[in-house]
């Protein structure tokens, strides 16, 4: 079974920093791709940025040259190094990435979310 586990939540002054971290772990193929997405109350979830294997990136709008994503292939973990945070980055981040699992094929999966609060 895989599973993803993110670390790194938690509240933070505007302006500061935090950096996430999602692990995937369990029986499987490859990873294709990961990501980052969020959810802020009374909002739908949105991608915050992505990142295939290759390295490849893509950000929104919102959050380009303040947050990166990076990946450690070796470690199957994604990372998302938050800067300049701002109220409005405030929701639960949620890790995801497309994996490939021999039995099933390819697929979503998903972590359990972590709490970002920034405060003003």
């Known amino acids: 079974q895989v599973q993803l586990v993110e670390s790194g939540g938690g509240l933070v002054q505007a302006g500061g920093s935090l950096r996430l971290s999602c692990a995937a772990s369990?029986?499987?193929?490859?990873?294709?791709?990961m990501a980052w997405y969020r959810q802020a109350p009374g909002k739908q979830r949105e991608l915050v940025a992505e990142?295939?294997?290759?390295?490849?990136?893509n950000y929104a709008a919102s959050v380009k040259g303040r947050f990166t994503i990076s990946i450690d292939n070796a470690k199957n973990t994604a990372f998302l190094q938050m800067n300049s945070l701002n109220p409005e980055d405030t929701a639960v981040y949620y890790c995801?990435?497309?994996?490939?699992?021999?039995?099933?094929?390819?697929?979503?999966?998903w972590g359990q979310g972590t709490q970002v609060t920034v405060s003003s």
């Open positions: 990142i295939t294997t290759g390295g490849s990136t």
């Open positions: 995801n990435a497309l994996i490939v699992v021999l039995t099933v094929g390819r697929r979503d999966y």
């Open positions: 369990g029986r499987f193929f490859s990873i294709n791709r």
